[in-house]
């Protein structure tokens, strides 16, 4: 198309549709996923099916490489690579540590807290950040943070809550079990479809 033709269709076009000027660019806004049935809390991994096993320091989530989320409002401590056992042979090793703004109450009276989500076999992370960074990035609950990958050897994310600001996961008086994280996320069952 000419110039001047271009001209003229514009001429025709620009009254009619005034809505169809490009929008000044911005940048896209974060991802947010669905809510949880603890409606405080956003899905980790929309269509991943739940898959934990009474060993495991967390909660598995099988899902081939899909979208993952912060469960609530927070700070990164770190999202980089390592951080976990599984790196070798075709495991993805990018992990995320979560501080949560507000602790989720947890045990019988709701005096223990749960102060931390730990996240990992993922394949990328959304805002790379070293542990010990300087500036540490501040997400909203829902907001896109990760993609899932692999962790011995079989697409899913591992999803640990901690508790009580202790991160090192060496002792499980700090750890949710499966079961726990399940009931945490809703009174999910094994084998649930998250939203
Ligand atoms: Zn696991």
Same mark, same amino acid.
């Given at each position: 198309?000419?110039?001047?033709?271009?001209?003229?269709?514009?001429?025709?076009?620009?009254?009619? &549709?005034? &809505?169809?000027?490009? &929008?000044?660019?911005?940048?896209?806004?974060?991802? =947010?996923?669905?809510?949880?049935?603890?409606?405080?809390?956003?899905?980790?991994?929309?269509?991943?099916?739940?898959? @934990?096993?009474? @060993?495991?320091?967390?909660?598995?989530?099988?899902?081939?490489?899909? !979208?993952?989320?912060?469960?609530?409002?927070?700070?990164?401590?770190?999202?980089?690579?390592?951080?976990?056992?599984?790196?070798?042979?075709?495991?993805?090793?990018?992990?995320?540590?979560?501080?949560?703004?507000?602790? =989720?109450?947890?045990?019988?009276?709701? !005096?223990?807290?749960?102060?931390?989500? %730990? %996240?990992?076999?993922?394949?990328?992370?959304? %805002?790379?950040?070293? !542990?010990?960074?300087?500036?540490?990035?501040?997400?909203?609950?829902?907001?896109?943070?990760?993609?899932? @990958? =692999?962790?011995?050897?079989?697409?899913?994310?591992?999803?640990?809550?901690?508790?009580?600001?202790?991160?090192?996961?060496?002792?499980?008086?700090? =750890?949710?079990?499966?079961? !726990?994280?399940?009931?945490?996320?809703?009174? %999910?069952?094994? @084998?649930?479809?998250?939203?």
């Amino acid at each position: 198309m000419t110039a001047a033709l271009r001209a003229l269709v514009l001429s025709f076009l620009l009254p009619l &549709a005034p &809505a169809a000027l490009p &929008a000044p660019a911005s940048p896209a806004p974060p991802l =947010i996923s669905p809510r949880l049935k603890s409606a405080a809390l956003a899905s980790p991994m929309p269509r991943g099916n739940l898959g @934990g096993w009474p @060993g495991d320091t967390g909660l598995d989530i099988a899902g081939d490489h899909l !979208e993952v989320f912060a469960l609530a409002a927070g700070t990164l401590d770190y999202a980089e690579w390592g951080h976990t056992r599984w790196t070798t042979g075709k495991d993805t090793a990018y992990s995320v540590r979560l501080a949560l703004d507000e602790p =989720i109450p947890w045990g019988e009276h709701g !005096e223990r807290r749960i102060t931390h989500v %730990y %996240y990992t076999h993922l394949s990328k992370v959304e %805002y790379p950040q070293r !542990e010990g960074s300087d500036t540490r990035k501040h997400v909203v609950t829902g907001e896109r943070i990760a993609v899932s @990958g =692999i962790g011995n050897g079989t697409p899913h994310l591992h999803l640990g809550l901690l508790l009580d600001n202790q991160v090192e996961q060496d002792s499980w008086a700090y =750890i949710l079990r499966e079961h !726990e994280v399940r009931k945490v996320l809703g009174n %999910y069952k094994n @084998g649930a479809r998250l939203p």
